[in-house]
């Protein structure tokens, strides 16, 4: 509900506060006064577009801020949930719009994109007018006011939910399946590669190894023609060796009887040098024995180490770095498995999907049916009481072929209007009347207006082009809404005027040098001056005194 309006240098309002209370609230004031320059500028709070030319001449900036209680509105309170702009006390909304043109939106305080204060706004106000926002002329609004009426909105947000779920779901099979191809091809080629390697079978470290034996194999000859040698030198040279001379050098130093104590480290010496030289010719002839130089094992040596770096060639690796590259290619090719695993999976969460929304899509569409003949009934009664003789309404339900889920459902729907007897049913964009267009919407209000979730409305002049009778109807349509919430009406006709809880005067306050807007709160005294004006001119009398009286304590009666 609307409970505070405050406008500061708006076209010809330099300040205005207005408190805004539950029930019918008229406005009325003569042509001119600015009765809608207070809906213009609540329009701004709400996302509409301005432009620098809605400042005050002389001011710098205009500021509008509308206050809204949204205790008992849990649509509008979730929303602003999601976004960290709850608040304690009133939802504010704010419009700054400066002398430049440059435009600012905010929302509790915090900054905000103006497609955010509009849609906070619907979600909190529905302003009915001629003008081009009237939300009654979109499809959107009807489709709401249909599933309000039906008490299917729960079930029209799980076939949302569904066909968001499927889009989205869509959308990631999609994805996956346009690199299929590539996938696969990347799939062959790893599987491919990592069979090389597999057959491969390179061993921890096992090319050091063979490269030291294939060094070993290589230098066989030379390597036993060496050790021969040295085994000769050592102990088979007949012109002298190594184990005789240490033979004869002990043999001499120990012929002593009194051998000196100093020469027997010299002799240890020789001694040890004796048993080490015999064990190294004991291990070259064991080595030269046992060794075996074997051609083919150099060849087997060699084609082993040509397959390593022929891979690691064909890889573009380091041969020792082959088995990293096993593992990373591994690696990848399960996480191409995976992606093979999600497409399948993505395709049972599709087709589950689409069963879902069909389901419920089709439940929807059934009470959609069932509902729209009764509101098109209750309706056109409605127009009828209006002053719309003869007037008929009816809502179209459409299927239309779907390719994929719809988030509106399995139908097009349509408001669908005739507003006088013989004319065939338009749709309500097309209704060329704007007063007729307001009735309409009054009628279509009336009998939303319980199950409505917008818990106030606006009217700019719905009684254009009626009175009498039909005057006095309006006025008590304006008022059940009103009893139910908040209802703010502009209006001509004393017959509406009088049917308000709360009554606003717009007039013109004119200074020496500028005029101004200003805006009264009346009192019962005041109401009844200001409908006896609309009833009877500027001119007073006690007749339409009288008259003005009798309307306003009617209305409080009924």
Same mark, same amino acid.
């Given at each position: 509900?609307?409970?505070?309006?405050?406008?500061?240098?708006?076209?010809?309002?330099?300040?205005?506060?207005?408190?805004?209370?539950?029930?019918?609230?008229?406005?009325?004031?003569?042509?001119?006064?600015?009765?809608?320059?207070?809906?213009?500028?609540?329009?701004? !709070?709400?996302?509409?577009?301005?432009?620098?030319?809605?400042?005050?001449?002389?001011?710098?900036?205009?500021?509008?801020?509308?206050?809204?209680?949204?205790?008992?509105?849990?649509?509008?309170?979730?929303?602003?949930?999601?976004?960290?702009?709850?608040?304690?006390?009133?939802?504010?909304?704010?419009?700054?719009?400066?002398?430049?043109?440059?435009?600012?939106?905010?929302?509790?305080?915090?900054?905000?994109?103006?497609?955010?204060?509009?849609?906070?706004?619907?979600?909190?106000?529905?302003?009915?007018?001629?003008?081009?926002?009237?939300?009654?002329?979109?499809?959107?609004?009807? #489709?709401?006011?249909?599933?309000?009426? !039906?008490?299917?909105?729960?079930?029209?947000?799980?076939?949302?939910?569904?066909?968001?779920?499927?889009?989205?779901? &869509?959308?990631?099979?999609?994805?996956?399946?346009?690199?299929?191809?590539?996938?696969? %091809? /990347?799939?062959?080629?790893?599987?491919?590669?990592?069979?090389?390697?597999?057959n491969l079978g390179l061993g921890e470290n096992e090319l050091e190894q063979l490269e030291a034996?294939?060094?070993?194999?290589?230098?066989?000859?030379?390597?036993?023609?060496?050790?021969?040698?040295?085994?000769?030198?050592?102990?088979?040279?007949?012109?002298?060796?190594?184990?005789?001379?240490?033979?004869?050098?002990?043999?001499?130093?120990?012929?002593?009887?009194?051998?000196?104590?100093?020469?027997?480290?010299?002799?240890?010496?020789?001694?040890? !040098?004796?048993?080490?030289?015999?064990?190294?010719?004991?291990?070259?002839?064991?080595?030269?024995?046992?060794?075996?130089?074997?051609?083919?094992?150099?060849?087997?040596?060699?084609? &082993?180490?040509?397959?390593?770096?022929?891979? !690691? /060639?064909?890889?573009?690796?380091?041969?020792?770095?082959?088995?990293?590259?096993?593992?990373?290619?591994?690696?990848?090719?399960?996480?191409?498995?995976?992606?093979?695993?999600?497409?399948?999976?993505?395709?049972?969460?599709?087709?589950?999907?689409?069963?879902?929304?069909?389901?419920?899509?089709?439940?929807?569409?059934?009470? #959609?049916?069932?509902?729209?003949?009764?509101?098109?009934? %209750?309706?056109?009664?409605?127009?009828?009481?209006?002053?719309?003789?003869?007037?008929?309404?009816?809502?179209?339900?459409?299927?239309? *072929?779907?390719?994929? *889920?719809?988030?509106?459902?399995?139908?097009?729907?349509?408001?669908?209007?005739?507003?006088?007897?013989?004319? *065939?049913?338009?749709?309500?964009?097309?209704?060329?009347?704007?007063?007729?267009?307001? &009735?309409?919407?009054?009628?279509?209000?009336?009998?939303?207006?319980?199950?409505?979730?917008?818990?106030?409305?606006?009217?700019?002049?719905?009684?254009?082009?009626?009175?009498?009778?039909?005057?006095?109807?309006?006025?008590?349509?304006?008022?059940?809404?009103?009893?139910?919430?908040?209802?703010?009406?502009?209006?001509?006709?004393?017959?509406?005027?009088?049917?308000?809880?709360?009554?606003?005067?717009?007039?013109?306050?004119?200074?020496?040098?500028?005029?101004?807007?200003?805006?009264?709160?009346?009192?019962?005294?005041?109401?009844?001056?200001?409908?006896?004006?609309?009833?009877?001119?500027?001119?007073?009398?006690?007749?339409?005194?009288?008259?003005? /009286?009798?309307?306003?304590?009617?209305?409080?009666?009924?």
């Amino acid at each position: 509900m609307l409970v505070h309006l405050s406008v500061h240098n708006y076209a010809i309002v330099e300040h205005l506060d207005l408190e805004l209370a539950a029930g019918m609230t008229v406005i009325t004031g003569e042509t001119g006064a600015g009765k809608s320059i207070m809906l213009d500028a609540l329009g701004l !709070a709400l996302g509409d577009r301005a432009d620098s030319g809605v400042v005050r001449p002389g001011a710098d900036k205009a500021d509008i801020l509308a206050s809204f209680d949204v205790s008992a509105i849990a649509e509008a309170r979730d929303w602003l949930a999601e976004r960290d702009l709850e608040q304690d006390g009133p939802c504010i909304l704010r419009r700054v719009i400066t002398a430049e043109g440059r435009s600012r939106a905010y929302i509790n305080g915090t900054p905000c994109p103006l497609g955010d204060l509009k849609h906070l706004g619907e979600l909190l106000i529905d302003i009915h007018s001629q003008h081009e926002h009237q939300s009654l002329l979109k499809a959107d609004t009807h #489709r709401r006011l249909l599933d309000e009426y !039906a008490g299917s909105q729960d079930l029209a947000r799980q076939v949302q939910l569904a066909a968001q779920r499927w889009k989205q779901t &869509r959308q990631e099979l999609d994805r996956l399946s346009r690199s299929g191809d590539e996938q696969r %091809a /990347r799939h062959q080629l790893l599987s491919y590669q990592l069979e090389e390697l597999e057959n491969l079978g390179l061993g921890e470290n096992e090319l050091e190894q063979l490269e030291a034996e294939h060094k070993t194999q290589s230098n066989a000859g030379n390597l036993i023609a060496a050790c021969r040698q040295v085994v000769e030198l050592c102990s088979e040279s007949d012109a002298g060796n190594v184990l005789s001379a240490l033979t004869s050098s002990l043999n001499r130093l120990t012929a002593f009887q009194s051998q000196p104590a100093a020469l027997n480290e010299a002799v240890n010496l020789l001694s040890s !040098a004796q048993i080490q030289v015999e064990e190294a010719i004991g291990e070259l002839n064991r080595f030269v024995d046992h060794f075996d130089a074997d051609p083919m094992r150099l060849q087997q040596l060699e084609e &082993r180490m040509d397959a390593i770096y022929s891979l !690691a /060639r064909k890889h573009r690796v380091q041969p020792h770095e082959l088995q990293d590259l096993q593992q990373r290619l591994l690696d990848e090719l399960e996480a191409l498995n995976a992606d093979d695993e999600a497409i399948e999976r993505l395709g049972d969460e599709l087709a589950a999907y689409s069963r879902h929304y069909q389901e419920k899509a089709a439940e929807l569409s059934q009470m #959609r049916q069932s509902a729209a003949p009764q509101l098109a009934k %209750a309706v056109e009664v409605e127009m009828q009481r209006l002053g719309m003789p003869g007037g008929r309404f009816s809502i179209e339900l459409r299927s239309v *072929p779907q390719e994929e *889920p719809n988030m509106n459902g399995l139908e097009l729907l349509e408001f669908l209007v005739s507003a006088n007897p013989g004319q *065939p049913l338009k749709g309500l964009a097309k209704v060329a009347s704007g007063g007729e267009l307001s &009735r309409i919407s009054l009628a279509i209000q009336v009998i939303t207006a319980q199950t409505s979730r917008t818990p106030t409305l606006v009217f700019d002049e719905v009684d254009v082009g009626i009175g009498g009778p039909t005057a006095e109807v309006v006025g008590q349509l304006l008022r059940r809404l009103g009893e139910r919430g908040q209802v703010l009406t502009v209006t001509h006709l004393p017959q509406v005027a009088a049917q308000g809880h709360q009554h606003l005067f717009v007039h013109k306050d004119r200074g020496s040098s500028e005029t101004r807007t200003a805006v009264a709160n009346l009192k019962k005294a005041e109401r009844v001056e200001e409908i006896a004006r609309m009833l009877g001119g500027v001119d007073l009398t006690k007749e339409s005194l009288a008259h003005a /009286r009798k309307m306003v304590d009617s209305a409080v009666q009924d």
